[in-house]
């Protein structure tokens, strides 16, 4: 991904940067105004280019015209169920493997002595108690993480490196810091900031926030609303069903939290759309207006 990054902007439309060990690049527009309002960093879901057509990059033009540098970049790529490489490729090699390493058949006479040991064992074990006579009942709901949880918490500390890596080489610009993230992206800064294990921003946008599990989706809902940081919570239609799903919860436990500006806000129109971030930029630009941006 930065290779097409590299291919596709001049060189000083971008900057190489460290997280940790990890290179990556971020893509900054100075904002068109005299004096620097501030800066937005953009924050796409996980395989999501800076420079596809529907990354949150597309608003860098209009946060530009409001006199806000952008910072977009890609967030760390992280196998999310931790399915290895190649998975299902080898299985008929593991069977022939497998079937020419299985025993040879057993003579009669060893069938028989087998034969008499198991009818032993089942005449021994008759009036032992059963472990599982009484099996505790399972919800019917209920499902296990899929996850791979090693490599989940990997990956917030490389958001966390990169997010650093990004206002140290901001440190330049005036004014106020944005963080803008999508999709699961939204849900582990959530998780970030409510652990204020980063400087905190003064806003934070979440675009579509989501975690593909029922225990995450929770996580987030909680996070969003203790964290002392003000969020604007975005969503439509199109979202994953995971964000629509806890939508209304986002809402309520916010409410109930008396959390301080915090807002709530559809967008209409078809998702892959301009006109959807021309409505995202306006609402994001009217929220911190509110707070007297």
Same mark, same amino acid.
Request: charged fraction near 20%; avoid cysteine; aromatic fraction near 8%.
């Given at each position: ?142 499902? %296990?993480?899929? $996850?791979? &949880? !090693? ?7 490389? @958001? +966390? *490196? ?12 005036? %004014?106020?810091? $944005?963080? &803008? !993230? ?7 800064? @959530? +998780? *970030? ?101």
């Amino acid at each position: 991904m930065n290779f097409d990054v590299e291919r596709a902007l001049f060189q000083g439309e971008y900057k190489t940067l460290l997280a940790g060990e990890r290179e990556f690049i971020a893509v900054i527009r100075e904002g068109y105004k005299p004096i620097n309002q501030g800066i937005a960093i953009l924050l796409g879901d996980i395989g999501e280019n800076p420079l596809n057509g529907n990354s949150l990059a597309r608003m860098s033009p209009n946060l530009n015209r409001y006199g806000y540098t952008t910072v977009s970049a890609s967030s760390p790529f992280w196998d999310m169920y931790g399915i290895p490489k190649g998975f299902g490729q080898n299985q008929q090699e593991n069977t022939d493997s497998q079937a020419a390493a299985a025993p040879a058949p057993a003579s009669d006479e060893e069938q028989t002595a087998v034969t008499e040991q198991t009818e032993s064992a089942k005449t021994d074990n008759t009036n032992a108690p059963s472990e599982s006579s009484n099996p505790e009942p399972e919800h019917p709901r209920a499902v %296990g993480s899929l $996850l791979d &949880i !090693a490599q989940s918490d990997a990956h917030k500390q490389a @958001l +966390s *490196l990169q997010v650093q890596a990004i206002l140290n080489a901001t440190e330049e610009y005036t %004014g106020f810091r $944005l963080i &803008i !993230a999508r999709g699961t992206t939204a849900a582990v800064m @959530l +998780s *970030l900031l409510n652990e204020e294990a980063i400087p905190l921003p003064d806003a934070f946008v979440a675009v579509s926030p989501f975690w593909p599990e029922r225990e995450g989706s929770l996580a987030l809902v909680e996070d969003m609303a203790q964290t002392s940081v003000p969020v604007l919570d975005v969503y439509s239609q199109w979202d994953n069903p995971w964000s629509l799903a806890f939508a209304e919860h986002r809402n309520i436990a916010a409410n109930k939290a008396l959390k301080l500006h915090y807002r709530q806000r559809e967008l209409p129109g078809q998702r892959i759309d301009h006109e959807q971030f021309e409505l995202l930029s306006k609402a994001i630009y009217g929220w911190l207006t509110s707070m007297g941006w």
